[in-house]
């Protein structure tokens, strides 16, 4: 598969929960209307800023591309958390690595926590091996069976697969 056949969402999936990416590559979601989901779209729809596009890319959807006078590209990536993740840098990485296999074109990744209002810069290459790694792992759930559900820290972070997973317990 090439980069761009594969969504973000199922990249930070890849990180976080193995039955949750089984799922959403098999095209399975659900949604129960949260207060994270909620807040997911009211940043997606509402962090655009004057001078920076949106850009569907393959499978995938840029919400925030800045090019610069100097013709560099920034790609800003909006998260409520207080900390980076792994799911989101990775994420953040893909994105950036569908515009270089895509179009060309090097851009620079800038991941905004909106819990804390820090800022964190990514470059594709640091990250390459690990996102790597993550296409393998994507591609491999298209032909497995479901995995069993596993408790981790999202399972009690507002997952909308709760009840799906464990019935509501």
Not at 9 to 17: A, E, K, N, R
Not at 71 to 96: C, F, I, M, N, S
Not at 106 to 121: C, D, F, Q, W, Y
Not at 127 to 139: D, N, S, V
């Amino acid at each position: 598969m090439r980069p761009e056949e594969i969504r973000g969402t199922d990249v930070s999936y890849s990180q976080i929960c193995d039955r949750r990416l089984w799922l959403s590559v098999h095209n399975i979601y659900i949604t129960d209307g949260t207060e994270f989901v909620m807040e997911g779209k009211y940043l997606a729809e509402n962090r655009e800023h004057p001078g920076f596009s949106r850009v569907k890319v393959g499978s995938n959807v840029i919400d925030n591309l800045e090019i610069l006078p100097d013709g560099t590209a920034l790609v800003h990536e909006y998260k409520r958390g207080r900390k980076a993740l792994k799911a989101d840098v990775l994420q953040l990485a893909h994105y950036l690595n569908c515009l270089l296999s895509g179009y060309g074109v090097e851009a620079r990744g800038i991941l905004h926590l909106t819990g804390s209002r820090k800022v964190v810069e990514i470059a594709l290459p640091e990250h390459l091996q690990e996102l790597q790694e993550a296409y393998r792992k994507i591609e491999s759930m298209t032909v497995s069976e479901i995995p069993q559900a596993k408790r981790n820290w999202f399972c009690r972070r507002g997952c909308s697969y709760v009840e799906f997973c464990w019935g509501g317990r």
